[in-house]
């Protein structure tokens, strides 16, 4: 595997936050993106006590190049996962709590309807806390996005990933201008919106900006830029280490767009303080209730 730069360590998984998370995920039989996408921020985001919730299985119906979520047949789809998942966001004291799925392509509608429950099951026994989805495309279909978004999630996540060019390599699955149209959508039903773009997975600078230049025009809200890492030997390999000053020019350049946040640097994912990132829109200040 590739050397790792040193602006790119792991913190290690330790201390009485990042046990109970574990065991509160284990407890209630959830999955978490944190483990199942081999998250490098694990170790920092478990001890302050927090964990992004995947909800529809652990197995994705996609095959994504940069993703180490496991490929296949989903199983049984699990009623009883939405309360079990509201119960966790209770536990853990959130008031902020992002929440995610696998894509389910095997279901009619692509697992909306376990998503709406799963909202709605979060804000009922968490009245305060904000919800962030971060949404599949549902192969374009607007009945499924919509029945997540009359749920009445707090933001919209739905990810790029990556420039136009790459699409097909890297997302298979996935198209452009549908994951466009996702976020077009929802801004239309006044939500607010986010996406995501990991850099170094063979993105020219060119590249970079149409995106940018795409997303802004969709009046995106928040925009996160993190360095790709290869998950196994099995997946793209990693096309150049990212600066932090790259991200730092990436984030500057967003904000001259009219992004109203762009979180950019080596380590950031669109779960990583999703708090603070979405404090401009939420009003949340800390991630957990005292
Ligand atoms: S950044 Fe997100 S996926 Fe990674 S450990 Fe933190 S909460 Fe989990």
Not at 14 to 32: A, F, I, M, Q
Not at 260 to 276: L, Q, T
Request: proline share 6%; glycine share 8%.
């Amino acid at each position: 595997m590739e050397r790792k730069p040193p602006w790119l360590r792991a913190k290690i998984p330790s201390g009485p936050g990042y046990t109970k998370v574990k065991d509160l995920v284990k407890e209630n039989r959830l999955h978490t993106v944190c483990e199942s996408a081999h998250c490098p921020n694990l170790g920092e985001c478990w001890s302050r006590g927090t964990a992004t919730i995947m909800i529809l299985g652990e197995t994705c119906t996609r095959s994504c190049r940069f993703c180490a979520i496991a490929t296949g047949k989903p199983g049984e789809v699990d009623f009883g996962e939405p309360a079990r998942v509201a119960d966790a966001v209770r536990i853990m004291g959130l008031k902020h709590a992002v929440i995610t799925s696998v894509a389910r392509d095997d279901l009619p509608d692509g697992g909306a309807d376990i998503w709406a429950r799963t909202v709605r099951a979060v804000k009922h026994v968490n009245p305060e806390t904000h919800i962030e989805v971060l949404i599949p495309d549902f192969k374009g279909q607007e009945e499924p996005l919509n029945a997540v978004l009359d749920a009445d999630p707090d933001i919209l996540n739905h990810n790029m990933e990556t420039v136009r060019r790459l699409q097909k390599p890297v997302r298979v699955q996935a198209q452009y201008e549908r994951s466009l149209e996702v976020l077009r959508r929802a801004k239309a039903r006044g939500f607010v919106t986010k996406t995501g773009l990991m850099l170094g997975i063979g993105e020219k600078e060119e590249e970079i900006e149409e995106t940018l230049g795409d997303l802004a025009a969709e009046k995106v809200d928040i925009l996160t830029l993190g360095q790709y890492l290869r998950p196994t030997q099995k997946h793209l390999p990693i096309d150049r280490w990212v600066t932090p000053d790259e991200f730092a020019t990436w984030k500057e350049r967003a904000l001259v767009l009219g992004f109203g946040v762009c979180e950019s640097g080596p380590m950031v994912r669109s779960s990583y303080h999703a708090e603070e990132q979405s404090a401009k829109y939420t009003g949340v200040t800390s991630l957990h209730h005292t």
